[in-house]
Structure formats: structure tokens, C-alpha cells
């Protein structure tokens, strides 16, 4: 009858209906899908160790520098002069040679004069032909008055020498200390400035080594935390599938309901027909 089934038709129970599933989703799809991104999980998990072993057998280390030390040297003139002014500080100029041959100077012409004299009494003498009274008391007392003015001659020599002495030494002393002041401040700049570079250096060093090992740390800490934000999380795409392969089971259990409904009211509208 055209109108006992209505627009539902009539059952036929030998005609199987397809399972909503195969409309809506299939479990091995969701199967195949987790298979697939849970491997792609431990290449990422495998990555990360790597990374972290890496880091732990191969860190990172510092290339430290070494620092360029100047070595001063004074020039030639300088280490001339020095020793020349230091020379004359200490002599004041005048050498034991040269302290013999002043004094020897300075009495020159007083022996000069009584060396005359000693000869013209003996010229005396000899005009007088031998005979000179006078000649033994005379050459002595001209011997005491050489030996006098020599000696005062000696003693004048010798002041006027310590005198020299002593204000070249005075003079020398004061240059010398000056040109001695600034070549070992020379050398103290130089010095100094070698034991900063390397105090520097050092500080960079350490600086440069301690953040390696910071960096280090830090790459190790940055693959275990990769790890541990992917440690039990749900990959989207088979938490998708998952919920597909859900939905589809509810929504198969509702159509196999809207069904056992259908075909009840088939059965009972049949029934009421025949």
C-alpha cells in the first residue's frame, strides 16, 4: 500500500543498512594517524636528547686571548747619557789622570821659576870658579821656599778641585735624577700598562668562559624543557581524528536509534494496515 509506509518505505529486513561509520569516519584512520605522529614524537623526543648530549659532551668553550706585552727598552743615547751623568755625579768630572795632570799644571811654572834660579847660582859659581860661600846656604834655602810654594801651590790645586768636584756633582746629581725619574716612569708606564692588559685580559677570559658554560646551561635546560612540553601532550592532528572517530560513534548510536524508531513504526504502521 502507497500510503502505509508513508515516506519511510517499506522495511525490508534482508537489506542491511550501512553502519554510520563508514559515512562519518573510519578508526583506522585515527589508528594510522597515531601511529604516524607518535613516531614523529620520539624523532622529536630523539632530537631533543641528541641535542642535550651534545650540549653535555661537546660544550661550548671560550677562545681565550693572550695578551701582548711591550718590552721597554731604552735607546742607546738614553743608556749613554745616563751613565754619562751618573759617571759625573759620582767624579764630578775629573778623573784620577786628570786631577794629577792639573795639579801638575799648577806647579809647572813655580818649579819652572826656582829651577832658574838654582841654575843661575850655579852660573854664579861656576864664573866665580867654584868658589860661592853663599851657594849651599843659598840653594838650601831656595829648596825650602820650592818646597814651600809647591805645597801651597798643591793645597790651592786641591781646593779649587774639591770645589769643581763638588759643584759638578751637585749640578750632575739633580740632571741625573731628573733623566733617571723619567726613564723609570717610562719603563713604570710601560710596566703598568702590561699589567692592566693582562688584568684585562684575564677579566675577559673569565668573563668569555663563564658565558659558555652559561650558554651551555642554557642549551641543556632548553632541550629538556622541549622535551618536558612535549611529554604527554595529544598531537592535534590525531586528537582530531580521535574526536572524529567519536563524534561519528555517537553519532552512528543516534542514527541506530532513529532507525530501531523507524522500523518500529514501519512494523506497527504495516500491522495496522493489513
Not at 659558555?212 to 641543556?220: L, M, V, W
Amino acid at each position: 500500500m502507497p500510503g502505509v509506509g508513508g515516506n519511510y518505505g517499506i522495511f525490508d529486513p534482508n537489506k542491511k543498512t550501512p553502519l554510520p561509520t563508514s559515512q562519518f569516519g573510519n578508526p583506522s584512520t585515527f589508528t594510522a594517524a597515531a601511529n604516524q605522529q607518535a613516531s614523529d614524537y620520539d624523532t622529536i623526543m630523539k632530537q631533543y636528547g641528541d641535542f642535550v648530549k651534545n650540549a653535555t659532551t661537546n660544550p661550548l668553550t671560550a677562545q681565550n686571548v693572550t695578551p701582548g706585552n711591550v718590552n721597554y727598552k731604552e735607546s742607546a743615547d738614553v743608556a749613554g747619557s745616563l751613565a754619562n751623568l751618573k759617571d759625573l755625579s759620582a767624579t764630578g768630572g775629573y778623573t784620577p789622570q786628570g786631577i794629577a795632570d792639573i795639579r801638575a799644571r799648577d806647579v809647572a811654572p813655580t818649579r819652572g821659576i826656582f829651577a832658574n834660579a838654582q841654575q843661575e847660582l850655579e852660573r854664579n859659581r861656576a864664573i866665580g870658579g867654584g868658589y860661592s860661600p853663599n851657594f849651599a846656604a843659598s840653594s838650601g834655602q831656595m829648596a825650602r821656599d820650592e818646597a814651600n810654594a809647591v805645597s801651597g801651590i798643591d793645597t790651592a790645586a786641591n781646593a779649587g778641585i774639591a770645589q769643581n768636584v763638588a759643584a759638578n756633582r751637585l749640578a750632575a746629581s739633580g740632571t741625573y735624577a731628573g733623566a733617571a725619574g723619567a726613564e723609570n716612569a717610562a719603563r713604570t708606564a710601560v710596566d703598568t700598562g702590561n699589567v692592566n692588559r693582562a688584568a684585562e685580559v684575564s677579566t675577559g677570559n673569565a668573563n668569555r668562559n663563564l658565558e659558555a658554560q652559561f650558554n651551555n646551561r642554557g642549551n641543556i635546560l632548553a632541550g629538556i624543557q622541549g622535551q618536558t612540553n612535549l611529554y604527554g601532550t595529544t598531537p592535534a592532528l590525531t586528537k582530531t581524528f580521535g574526536d572524529q572517530v567519536i563524534q561519528t560513534q555517537q553519532t552512528g548510536q543516534g542514527q541506530q536509534e532513529i532507525d530501531r524508531q523507524r522500523n518500529q513504526d514501519v512494523y506497527r504502521l504495516a500491522g495496522a494496515g493489513g
